[in-house]
């Protein structure tokens, strides 16, 4: 089942901060974030596994909420290049760890 | 290392034709997928591999066939093209295990009319 992202969209000045959620109604072992700027392919960000381990992005940070079976993205002091559309991904079953996306949240920075 | 590719990059086909999306990957990657973007919909995946020999359905695998015939090589058939089927496809790549991250190629875009 799709994971579920909010916002939909957002807008920011560049400096500001913003946090994008992601949630799902089946018990998550992992969580995958990544970025696709418009017209290009999506890019790796982070990997958050169950137990709070991350792999990834260093100036991007994420957390992981097993219970709630919940995951947030948080970008602080925002710059223009963070512009794009930013997805989460949770491993479907028994497919060689290949992804559920959710629908996106489009984030964009302006000066 | 050119990662992962594919070829076309943007393709037009009148309905009921068919056509092969390439991908080639150069990492040694066991896994390899086949996903398509639909605007606002996120990444539907459609067929999946993991391994040379051994494809198997994803979400969406209706109108599409796969082979892996090598690890490097994954393409995707289309058979008979419908205009639903107009889309961006992108092929990615991963090392095999859980918790790895997937390399993308830049996409094939596909209108069908």
């Known amino acids: 089942q799709q994971p579920v992202q909010s916002p939909q969209a957002v807008i920011l000045r560049e400096g500001e901060d913003a946090v994008i959620n992601c949630s799902s109604s089946?018990?998550?072992?992992?969580v995958h974030w990544y970025r696709q700027k418009h017209g290009e392919a999506p890019v790796f960000l982070m990997i958050?596994?169950?137990?709070?381990e991350q792999k990834g992005h260093e100036k991007i940070s994420a957390s992981f909420n097993e219970k709630k079976q919940q995951s947030s993205l948080y970008l602080t002091a925002s710059q223009l290049s963070y512009s794009g559309t930013y997805f989460c991904?949770?491993?479907?079953?028994?497919?060689?760890?290949?992804?559920?996306f959710g629908k996106g949240t489009s984030l964009l920075v302006t000066p | 290392n050119a990662g992962v590719t594919q070829t076309p990059k943007f393709r037009i086909l009148k309905i009921g034709q068919s056509m092969t999306l390439q991908c080639t990957q150069d990492?040694?990657?066991?896994?390899m997928y086949w996903y398509r973007q639909d605007p606002g919909m996120g990444l539907k995946l459609i067929y999946y591999?993991?391994?040379?020999?051994?494809?198997d359905k994803g979400e969406v695998p209706n109108g599409y066939n796969v082979s892996r015939s090598t690890t490097e090589d994954f393409p995707l058939r289309l058979e008979l093209a419908a205009p639903s089927q107009t889309s961006v496809y992108f092929c990615?790549?991963?090392?095999?295990?859980?918790?790895?991250?997937?390399?993308f190629g830049p996409g094939t875009r596909l209108t069908v009319t």
């Open positions: 990615a790549s991963s090392p095999p295990g859980a918790a790895h991250e997937q390399y």
């Open positions: 089946k018990a998550l072992y992992s």
């Open positions: 958050l596994l169950k137990g709070g």
């Open positions: 991904g949770t491993e479907i079953p028994n497919s060689g760890y290949a992804l559920n």
């Open positions: 990492m040694n990657h066991n896994y």
């Open positions: 591999s993991v391994g040379a020999g051994i494809t």
